[in-house]
């Protein structure tokens, strides 16, 4: 079964850091861009950072200096390490991956959100 996998979210007071992961099947035949996606309440599903297969990675100006998206192409998962962590930081993040299982076809995967709640 072609799907991802999120770990690492939780509760912590602002200032502090968390470390998400996104374990992609071994199902999987290629993946191609990889990137976080975060949802608030009562707000859209925003982009947080994004990676390429070959590690070129954007991130929102909001979180630029504070938060690091990388990738361990062998281990087929993606992190994202969130320091300086503000009440404003509190969603659902979300795994998103661009690949195709073998002989399947191209299409952006999602995994099913970890929360992260920053308490003030």
């Known amino acids: 079964q072609v799907q991802l996998v999120e770990s690492g979210g939780g509760l912590v007071q602002a200032g502090g850091s968390l470390r998400l992961s996104c374990a992609a099947s071994l199902s999987f035949f290629r993946i191609n861009d990889m990137g976080w996606y975060r949802q608030a309440p009562g707000k859209q599903r925003e982009l947080v950072a994004s990676i390429t297969s070959g590690g070129t990675t954007n991130y929102a100006d909001s979180v630029k200096g504070r938060f690091t998206i990388s990738r361990d192409n062998a281990k087929r998962t993606m992190y994202l390490q969130m320091n300086s962590l503000k009440p404003e930081d509190t969603a659902v993040y979300y795994c998103?991956?661009?690949?195709?299982?073998?002989?399947?076809?191209?299409?952006?995967?999602w995994g099913q959100g970890t929360q992260v709640t920053v308490s003030s």
């Open positions: 998103n991956a661009d690949g195709f299982p073998l002989g399947g076809r191209n299409r952006d995967y």
